[in-house]
């Protein structure tokens, strides 16, 4: 009662506190609702919950001489890793800590059997839910294992799933959910991501102050050399391509310009045909994509460019990580709006007319021309024009913030909880900036298309 009470005052005083406390609009209202309701869920549910589950092994000796060694095995990794930095986790030991997390799943499911007995098995109707969650790590370490024998993803990032950090705390979770009574929902999800998260960087600041070995600095030392050169030559790179091929700063903000009028051009469109015609909608995506297209067609005909100068190389790998890239974060954004839905009021939801013509042209549109447009315009043609006269980073954003123009229309502007997407543009647009630098332009597009194919999934799900 005292924390709710601590909470609504809170909010209160921070609606106060509002800068803009005598304007009332549908946007400010809903986005004061929507802070309000987020931050009485964090500090209500989530902050509590987090204490709860860091505070477990002292509450519960049961749980305390279970978790014990992996705290101590966790501890004893870092500090190794500390000292001995010329080393890596290796695809034996990441193999080996997948076994473990097979080991753990089983003493849940002997806890479980000697609670319920054979009942446990049941998993038509099953005693308690924790069957399937223990299911569930057991299933997870599984694959984990399959995947390190046969060395089936980048050592980056098996390496990094299977060290001591993500799987220790694995464990630790699937203890806490199973011994005790602490519910499996959005708080203890939320908990255990910040846990995660604290840790990593705890262990990364011990890492730090441990004493490395004389073996251990040399290597160290090398990789910043090796690094710093690295850096210097794509930078060196990238300012001999855009001195050669002359790309001059203003073109960006021309090619930006002709997009905002084509911007303007379509919310004309929606509000003097498509409400007369819904069928015509799911034109818009196709109309955009095919001018931004023409758009970076003419930038690399006006400057004697070959799209290579673009940072496309056409490699396979590139586009198997941007479909990779794609795919997680729609899962992120997916969790997102599964966690939004649980603490907002119901969002409105929008779904295609069943009909052959709008579904064809909204995959074609939405899927295929709307993503390959916006990438050769604004990763390809805009950020490569930015970077001219920027440094990276500041390229990355600029063309980000252009990039939030194309998803204007009059649905989000009649539905001023839409506005939220601006950001999940933005932050879209950053990732596949970094992308095009990092591994091609052809990275950004497959991350592109990726993310709207699942999304147009969504939308089609009233037709399956």
């Given at each position: 009662m005292?924390?709710?009470?601590?909470?609504?005052a809170t909010i209160q005083n921070l609606t106060i506190r509002s800068p803009l406390p005598s304007i009332s609009t549908p946007l400010t209202d809903s986005l004061n609702g929507i802070t309000s309701a987020i931050l009485q869920f964090f500090i209500s549910k989530a902050v509590p919950r987090f204490i709860e589950v860091v505070t477990v092994p002292f509450n519960e000796p049961g749980v305390f001489w279970i978790v014990i060694p992996l705290i101590i095995s966790m501890v004893l990794m870092q500090l190794y890793f500390g000292r001995h930095r010329e080393e890596e986790l290796g695809w034996n030991t990441a193999f080996g800590n997948s076994i473990a997390l097979i080991f753990v799943s089983m003493n849940l499911l002997q806890f479980l059997y000697n609670k319920f007995g054979w009942a446990t098995f049941d998993l038509i109707n099953p005693p308690s839910y924790k069957i399937?969650?223990?299911?569930?790590?057991?299933?997870i370490s599984l694959v984990q294992l399959i995947i390190n024998y046969f060395h089936a993803i980048p050592k980056r990032i098996a390496f990094f799933i299977n060290s001591s950090i993500p799987t220790n705390m694995t464990a630790y979770i699937a203890i806490v959910l199973?011994?005790?009574q602490i519910p499996l929902d959005w708080a203890t999800f939320i908990a255990s991501i910040a846990l995660l998260i604290?840790?990593?960087y705890v262990f990364k600041f011990v890492r730090e102050l441990t004493p490395m070995t004389e073996t251990a600095e040399q290597h160290v030392e090398r990789l910043k050399r090796q690094e710093l050169k690295r850096k210097l030559y794509l930078e060196k790179l990238e300012l001999r391509q855009a001195r050669a091929a002359d790309a001059v700063f203003k073109d960006a903000f021309i090619m930006f310009f002709a997009n905002v009028w084509l911007v303007v051009g379509l919310i004309l469109f929606e509000m003097f045909v498509v409400k007369n015609n819904l069928d015509v909608f799911w034109t818009i995506p196709l109309i955009q994509g095919l001018f931004m297209i023409l758009m970076a067609v003419i930038y690399l005909k006006k400057r004697n460019l070959k799209i290579y100068n673009l940072?496309?190389?056409?490699?396979?790998k590139e586009w198997l990580i941007g479909i990779i890239f794609g795919f997680a974060a729609m899962v992120v954004y997916g969790l997102i709006n599964l966690f939004l839905s649980t603490v907002l009021p119901e969002l409105p939801k929008f779904y295609f007319k069943d009909t052959m013509y709008n579904i064809l042209i909204a995959f074609i549109g939405n899927v295929i021309v709307l993503p390959l447009g916006a990438e050769l315009l604004y990763r390809g043609a805009i950020q490569r024009s930015l970077k001219a006269r920027m440094r990276k980073r500041?390229?990355?954003?600029?063309q980000s913030l252009m990039f939030l123009?194309?998803?204007?229309?009059?649905t989000l502007l009649n539905n001023p909880v839409l506005y939220l997407g601006f950001i999940s543009t933005f932050v879209m647009g950053i990732i596949l900036g970094y992308l095009r630098d990092k591994w091609g332009l052809e990275s950004a597009i497959s991350t592109h298309i990726t993310i709207n194919a699942i999304g147009t999934?969504?939308?089609?799900k009233p037709l399956f």
């Open positions: 005292v924390l709710n009470e601590t909470v609504n399937w969650l223990v299911i569930g790590i057991g299933t199973v011994y005790t604290l840790l990593i940072n496309y190389d056409g490699e396979v500041n390229a990355i954003i600029t123009i194309n998803g204007i229309n009059l999934l969504f939308w089609l």
